[in-house]
């Protein structure tokens, strides 16, 4: 069975960077498929922020895409997810998620983390 | 890129059918047929409901199905029940990056 648990700070300051990680366990991130990172604003709709491959391969939602970095460590089994210059707008409950297959392109998110509440404030 | 269009509440009584609207552009749903749709319970994380436009995943219900037309895509659901009070929303690849719907609220009356 495939889990994936999130980690991280639960308050950032503004304008710091916002680091969580996604642990996954019973599935080799190095066995293929993207991996993500979807946040929630509180009472809000879900926003794609990003997706990796186990070989570094990126690609980011454009309105957040200068902030955004999304690392891989196969080693531990874990992707990482870094926002940087947060404000209060960043507030979410940040969620990791298995994306598609390499050949495929649909965004078919079928396995999910329990999700992480971050929230900016001073 | 915007979020795709969703109504903001639908609602139906047990054993009805419900259809929830997706709507996009010809840059996303309209040029993909990869369009997939989330059921959310308040306090939990969203479950694939449905992938590729119309593909069920194993152990969803066959209650619901999804179909596209034009820069629409659907969700319905058939014979309501009292669990699929939910929160849904769709997901559409839209080259190089993808997007959700605002969501719907599903009401069993």
């Known amino acids: 069975q495939v889990q994936l648990q999130e980690s991280g700070p639960g308050l950032v300051k503004p304008s710091e960077t916002l680091s969580l990680t996604c642990t996954v366990s019973g599935y080799s991130i190095s066995s293929g498929y993207y991996w993500g990172w979807i946040r929630q604003p509180p009472g809000k709709g879900l926003e794609w922020i990003g997706s990796?491959?186990?070989?570094?391969?990126?690609y980011y939602n454009p309105s957040l895409k200068s902030r955004v970095t999304i690392s891989v460590d196969t080693s531990k089994n874990q992707f990482s997810l870094k926002l940087s210059s947060v404000t209060a707008a960043d507030t979410a409950v940040y969620y990791c998620?298995?994306?598609?297959?390499?050949?495929?392109?649909?965004?078919?998110?079928?396995?999910w983390g329990q999700g992480t509440l971050v929230t900016v404030s001073s | 890129q915007s979020a795709l269009t969703q109504p903001a509440s639908v609602s139906g009584s047990p054993g009805q059918s419900i259809t929830i609207s997706c709507t996009g552009t010809?840059?996303?749903?309209?040029?993909?047929?990869?369009v997939s749709w989330y059921q959310q319970h308040p306090g939990k994380a969203p479950k694939l409901m449905i992938y590729?436009?119309?593909k069920r995943p194993s152990g969803v219900s066959n209650r619901f199905s999804g179909s596209k037309s034009g820069n629409t895509a659907s969700l319905t659901i058939s014979g309501l029940q009292a669990e699929d009070e939910a929160d849904y929303y769709c997901?559409?690849?839209?080259?190089?990056?993808?997007?959700f719907g605002g969501g719907t609220k599903l009401t069993v009356l």
């Open positions: 997901c559409s690849y839209a080259g190089s990056s993808k997007v």
């Open positions: 010809s840059s996303d749903v309209g040029s993909y047929n990869l």
């Open positions: 998620a298995r994306d598609s297959p390499e050949d495929s392109s649909s965004p078919d998110f079928d396995y």
């Open positions: 990796i491959y186990h070989s570094g391969s990126t």
């Open positions: 590729e436009g119309s």
